[in-house]
């Protein structure tokens, strides 16, 4: 007679237990990394200090990509920003989300018949959550990290696996726009 | 300079005794401009420099398209005078060139950069005014001349986003923004007897 207090578990649902504690743990103790090229990152301030107290949710900032979690892209980027985003995105470990403040991540906002700014986002990198708003007040951009939060708890923020699986969509859209990713940059060659 | 003489009258004695000034045009006590011709320029900036206005504030260009011309302007900055000199110049809109003011203000090398990345305007004499400096890889002409159309440009190089559902009236409700406007202009009426 087997017993009934341990079942073999397939190495799928091992991976899959393992993955819900990691995420468990990763939820509750998110490291951003803020890429503050636009306006919206003066709603970061009040958000981080003790108006609103990010850390009570287990947020903090991180100073370097390889050990964070969460990018923060605060607005618009030009195409030299979207460049060195793009680096950014790149170097940062596994899983990763971003999360777009602001209308000009979703579609150019007030830049959106500039000559320098993209206008949507989720082209270039995948981005997990989008707060809207000319800028987005400050509750908002708390809903929108409890919303990532909800997402990585129900297996939703999955942008990063599309990065990978759609990376030819990813990498074509990048090359339509900036012609060339890689930086060329005078004062570093 | 005498005590009864204001700094904008004393640059104005100091410029236009020695050069031929096309149009002078004081802005307040603090900013005077001179439009001068193109040869006059280097002189007249070497000139400023050994008086006391030693600082380059800025080095920009305005595109007068229907003229068929580019106006470099030139901002100088006096530590000890409060006058900002502008010294504005015409140039040719189709070869668009004047020398480099380098030797002169060394400060002026990441303006003309600037300056020729976003007007085309040529300065030669600036060793590196052809590298790009803030628009990388730019595939168009100039984009701050009044001929680039920067929305065209971005509809053809940035998609938009596409909308799944149309978000328009279809019950023939009053809008939530029309009410309120009506609302608003009622108050007005109201507060001002019905007239306007």
Same mark, same amino acid.
């Given at each position: 007679m087997l017993s009934t207090k341990f079942s073999p578990m397939s190495k799928e649902e091992v991976d899959r237990k393992w993955w819900e504690i990691g995420d468990f743990f990763r939820r509750n103790s998110l490291w951003m990394l803020m890429y503050?090229?636009?306006?919206?990152? @003066?709603?970061?301030p009040p958000a981080m200090t003790s108006a609103y107290d990010m850390e009570r949710l287990g947020m903090g900032p991180m100073a370097t990509p390889r050990q964070a979690d969460v990018l923060l892209v605060t607005g618009y980027l030009s195409l030299k920003t979207l460049r060195r985003l793009i680096y950014t995105y790149e170097q940062m470990s596994e899983p990763k989300y971003v999360v777009g403040f602001g209308s000009c991540t979703i579609?150019?906002?007030?830049?959106?018949?500039?000559?320098?700014? @993209?206008?949507?986002l989720n082209k270039y990198v995948p981005v997990d959550v989008f707060v809207a708003g000319c800028m987005p007040n400050t509750e908002s951009v708390m809903n929108g990290f409890i919303d990532l939060m909800d997402l990585i708890k129900n297996k939703k923020a999955n942008g990063w696996k599309d990065y990978h699986e759609r990376n030819d969509w990813y990498k074509a859209n990048q090359k339509a726009a900036l012609?060339?990713?890689k930086i060329h940059d005078e004062f570093h060659e | 300079m005498t005590n009864s003489m204001s700094n904008t009258e004393f640059v104005t004695n100091l410029v236009e005794n020695q050069y031929k000034v096309l149009k002078t045009e004081v802005l307040d006590q603090y900013q005077i401009a001179f439009e001068v011709k193109k040869e006059d320029v280097h002189s007249i900036l070497s000139l400023l420099k050994t008086s006391?206005?030693?600082?380059?504030?800025y080095l920009s260009a305005v595109d007068w398209i229907k003229d068929n011309e580019f106006e470099v302007v030139y901002i100088v900055f006096n530590w000890d005078k409060a006058v900002h000199i502008q010294i504005r110049t015409r140039l040719d809109r189709e070869s668009a060139s004047i020398n480099s003011v380098l030797p002169i203000y060394p400060g002026c090398k990441y303006y003309e950069r600037e300056a020729h990345e976003f007007f085309g305007i040529k300065f030669p004499?600036?060793?590196?005014?052809?590298k790009q400096l803030i628009l990388e890889n730019w595939d168009d002409i100039?984009?701050?001349?009044?001929?680039?159309?920067p929305r065209q440009y971005s509809d053809k190089k940035f998609s938009h986003m596409e909308y799944k559902n149309d978000f328009v009236n279809k019950d023939g409700k009053v809008s939530k923004q029309e009410a309120r406007e009506k609302r608003f202009s009622d108050a007005d009426k109201l507060r001002t007897g019905g007239k306007k």
């Open positions: 503050c090229t636009g306006c919206c990152a @003066i709603e970061l579609n150019g906002g007030i830049y959106h018949d500039s000559h320098a700014v @993209i206008n949507q012609g060339e990713v | 006391g206005w030693i600082q380059l504030s004499g600036n060793p590196d005014y052809e100039p984009p701050l001349r009044k001929d680039f159309d």
